[in-house]
Antibody, heavy 119, light 110 residues
Framework: EVQLVESGGGLVQPGGSLRLSCAAS????????MHWVRQAPGKGLVWVSH????????NYADSVKGRFTISRDNAKNTLYLQMNSLRAEDTAVYYC????????????WGQGTTVTVSS | QSVLTQPPSVSAAPGQKVTISCSGS????????VSWYQQLPGTAPKVLIY???KRPSGIPDRFSGSKSGTSATLGITGLQTGDEADYYC???????????FGGGTKLTVL
């Protein structure tokens, strides 16, 4: 079964750091681009970042550029999001998603992990 | 506000048809494929349409996608109560070098 499972969310104080992980199974992880997408409580989907299949190219939303870093370990079938200098507005459910053999369409999503930034 | 503009809500009766619009610009919808996602309450999004008008296996042909210029449309026919969800359009924006989503449309099946 194709699956993505996020972990690492939690409560963190403003200015703090957190690292999210996304464990992939059931497909050849190293062949796919991967994304992080977040959703603040009661709000819509917001794209955060993507990384290409070998990890050599990344892009970020302006709102997280310079604070968040996406990476992957293809040997461990795992995607990461290192989040530093966290702000209250980063509070959201964070989803990892696989980009399918398509143009920029996310065909597999994890269940999400919740990040709450609050003092 | 989102780069892609969707109506906040649409509604229709069971069995009827509804369309959801997604308006963008030449840097996103105008020159790239569009995907559509369905998010049922409390669940992760699911792709309904990719490459503007293609359906993944398992998605019924009641769902369709199209594009004209800088706008895309999701059509749903034969509405069912189970279709009540939030729907999002998404694509790549070449000017921003970023992924973009619409603000989402809540579908109510009356």
């Amino acid at each position: 079964e194709v699956q993505l499972v996020e972990s690492g969310g939690g409560l963190v104080q403003p200015g703090g750091s957190l690292r999210l992980s996304c464990a992939a199974s059931g497909f050849t992880f190293r062949s796919y681009w991967m994304h992080w997408v977040r959703q603040a409580p009661g709000k819509g989907l917001v794209w955060v970042s993507h990384i290409n299949s070998d990890g050599s190219s990344t892009n970020y939303a302006d709102s997280v550029k310079g604070r968040f870093t996406i990476s992957r370990d293809n040997a461990k079938n795992t995607l990461y999001l290192q989040m530093n200098s966290l702000r209250a507005e980063d509070t959201a459910v964070y989803y990892c998603a696989r980009e399918g053999d398509t143009f920029y369409a996310m065909d597999v999503w994890g269940q999400g992990t919740t990040v709450t930034v609050s003092s | 506000q989102s780069v892609l503009t969707q109506p906040p809500s649409v509604s229709a009766a069971p069995g009827q048809k509804v369309t959801i619009s997604c308006s963008g610009s030449s840097s996103n919808i105008g020159n790239n494929y569009v995907s559509w996602y369905q998010q049922l309450p409390g669940t992760a999004p699911k792709v309904l349409i990719y490459d503007t008008n293609k359906r993944p296996s398992g998605i019924p042909d009641r769902f369709s996608g199209s594009k004209s210029g800088t706008s895309a449309t999701l059509g749903i026919t034969g509405l069912q109560t189970g279709d009540e969800a939030d729907y999002y359009c998404g694509t790549w924006d070449s000017s921003l070098s970023a992924g973009v989503f619409g603000g989402g449309t809540k579908l109510t099946v009356l």
